[in-house]
């Protein structure tokens, strides 16, 4: 079986619990904190995907880095424990949170940009959104310098792009027909 239809099990199963204990919402923060963290700190990933370090060391650590979190996610933490998963908790804790948004009809926009995004772009791109999508929306963006300026906007399999990398790639065809 694969990392990720394990993780979206094990994140399904941790929603299930967050859900009938009333705490998804709080669920889903520290799942943001769980994998925002790995994703930044090198150690921290490099220490959980570690098969030679023991799981209870792995276990005791991510409950010191994680003192703040939730009991539904110190569960999580002692059930990779038992089943010596740790080298998934990243993907747990992004599916987690995917599935977590689709429940509560939040749908994730990736805006590719150039440059970071100002509010000015901003308000463009929710401006564009409104015309794909009435569910709410929140935003990621990606930069990426290749695009020269404009933005391309995702959600779901929609794609709009506005990208002078884009129009410049229109021009080009047009001029050597």
Do not use: C, W
Request: cysteine-free.
């Amino acid at each position: 079986m694969s990392s990720t239809r394990t993780a979206i099990r094990y994140a399904k199963a941790i929603l299930d619990i967050a859900s009938s204990k009333g705490l998804a919402t709080e669920v889903s923060q520290d799942m943001f904190l769980v994998s925002s963290t790995i994703k930044t700190n090198g150690e921290l990933s490099t220490f959980i995907q570690n098969p030679t370090v023991k799981v209870e060391v792995k276990e005791n650590a991510l409950l010191e880095v994680f003192t703040e979190t939730n009991s539904v996610t110190k569960s999580l933490f002692h059930l990779l424990f038992e089943n010596k998963r740790f080298e998934i908790l990243s993907e747990i804790a992004t599916e987690y949170n995917k599935l977590f948004d689709e429940m509560n009809g939040v749908e994730v926009a990736k805006v590719t940009t150039a440059i970071p995004m100002d509010a000015d772009l901003e308000a463009k791109v929710k401006a564009k959104i409104a015309t794909f999508s009435n569910k709410k929306v929140t935003i990621e963006n990606i930069v990426d310098a290749s695009i020269i300026g404009g933005f391309i906007l995702r959600i779901g399999d929609k794609q709009y792009n506005a990208s002078v990398a884009n129009r410049l790639q229109v021009l080009k065809r047009e001029l050597s027909n």
